[in-house]
C-alpha cells in the first residue's frame, strides 16, 4: 500500500479562500453603495483618457469637446481609470441590471484584492505564514478601509500599486542576496527579473 501525502490546510489556502468569499460579498452588496462627488468626473475623465490613447494609437486628431478640463485631475495617472472605464464598459454588458457606478464600485473592489495578497507578501516577509494571513484579515475587515475599496478610485488604486511595488522590491532584494550566497545560482541569475521589476517600478510611479 502506497504511502498517500495528507492535505494539510496552508494559510495560502486560506487567503485565496478570503478572496473568492470577498468576491462574493462584493457581488452581492456592490451595488447597495451610493455615489460620492468625486466619482462623476472621474469616471468621465477614465473614458475621456481611454478616448484619448485610441486617439494617439491611431494618429488621428482630438476632437476639443472631448478635451480634460477637471480640477485636479491632472495630477492623477490615467492608467487605472482609462482601464478600468473599459473594463466597466465591458462587464456593464454582463451586470446588465447594475447602474454603471455601481459596477465601477465592482471593479475598484475587486481591483483591491491585489493589495491584500502584496500584505501576505510583506507581512510573510517579517512573520510567520498564519501570523500574516491574520494581518490580512485585520486589514480586510477595516471597515473605512473595505468601504472605500469600493467607493475610492484614487486612493485604492494608489494603495494598491504602491504595496505591490514594495513587495516586489523586497522580493528582488531577497532574491538578489540568495544567488549572491550561492557561486552556482548567482552565475545562472536571470537578470531580466531584475529588468523587470525595475520596469515595474518605473511604469508605477510613471502613473
Same mark, same amino acid.
Given at each position: ?100 457606478? &455601481? ?5 475598484? /473592489?475587486?481591483? =483591491? *484584492? @491585489?493589495? #491584500?495578497?502584496? %500584505?501576505?507578501? $510583506? ?58 550566497? &550561492? ?5 545562472? /541569475?536571470?537578470? =531580466? *527579473? @531584475?529588468? #523587470?521589476?525595475? %520596469?515595474?517600478? $518605473? ?5
Amino acid at each position: 500500500m502506497s504511502n498517500q501525502t495528507s492535505f494539510r490546510f496552508q494559510p495560502w489556502h486560506a487567503l485565496i479562500a478570503l478572496l473568492v468569499f470577498n468576491l462574493f460579498f462584493a457581488f452581492i452588496v456592490g451595488d447597495q453603495y451610493g455615489q460620492t462627488w468625486d466619482e462623476p468626473s472621474f469616471y468621465l475623465y477614465g473614458e475621456r483618457s481611454f478616448d484619448a490613447y485610441q486617439r494617439g494609437l491611431a494618429d488621428q486628431p482630438l476632437i476639443p469637446e472631448k478635451h480634460i478640463f477637471f480640477l485636479d485631475l491632472r495630477y492623477y495617472g490615467p492608467f487605472y481609470t482609462a482601464v478600468g472605464w473599459k473594463v466597466v464598459d465591458l462587464l456593464g454588458q454582463i451586470l446588465s441590471t447594475w447602474g454603471y457606478y &455601481d459596477i465601477w464600485h465592482f471593479v475598484n /473592489f475587486i481591483f =483591491f *484584492q @491585489i493589495a #491584500l495578497i502584496s %500584505l501576505y507578501w $510583506l507581512a510573510k516577509r517579517f512573520l510567520g505564514s498564519w501570523m500574516a494571513f491574520f494581518v490580512v484579515v485585520l486589514f480586510n475587515t477595516q471597515p473605512l478601509i473595505f468601504g472605500h475599496a469600493f467607493i475610492n478610485p484614487k486612493d485604492i488604486p494608489f494603495l494598491v500599486f504602491f504595496m505591490t511595488s514594495v513587495a516586489l522590491g523586497l522580493y528582488m532584494v531577497d532574491l538578489i542576496g540568495k544567488m549572491e550566497s &550561492d557561486e552556482e545560482s548567482s552565475i545562472a /541569475f536571470p537578470q =531580466f *527579473q @531584475i529588468y #523587470l521589476a525595475v %520596469l515595474f517600478a $518605473l511604469f508605477i510611479f510613471t502613473f
